[in-house]
């Protein structure tokens, strides 16, 4: 079992920054894959940036350049620092870590935080 808490979101201006958190309840040594969704009203959950326990990152077209996921394994969280906010990027965005592989693969989310960007 993992449990997620995300941290840091609000309301910024366009072009502002901001940094989300997510502490993970075990040592994220363990944890396979660790990412960021979000989710507009009426829209679908759409996978926002994630990064492999190697380090390996991997973000959505519309984010490349100006967000950056982190892994902080001495504090168990990933994070991920949003800069050159753009309206469109309003959203909820929802932690994700996935533990293991095919058959014994788990997802696990956290409640998710509101990230509000003003034009």
């Known amino acids: 079992q993992v449990q997620l808490v995300e941290s840091g979101g609000g309301l910024v201006q366009a072009g502002g920054s901001l940094r989300l958190s997510c502490a993970a309840s075990r040592n994220i040594f363990s944890i396979d894959v660790m990412g960021w969704y979000r989710q507009a009203p009426g829209k679908q959950r759409e996978l926002v940036a994630s990064i492999t326990s190697g380090g390996s990152t991997n973000y959505v077209d519309s984010v490349k350049g100006r967000f950056t996921i982190s892994r902080d394994n001495a504090k168990n969280a990933v994070d991920l620092q949003m800069s050159s906010l753009k309206p469109e990027d309003t959203s909820v965005y929802y932690c994700?870590?996935?533990?293991?592989?095919?058959?014994?693969?788990?997802?696990?989310w956290g409640q998710g935080t509101q990230v509000t960007v003003s034009s």
């Open positions: 994700n870590a996935v533990t293991g592989t095919g058959f014994w693969s788990r997802a696990y």
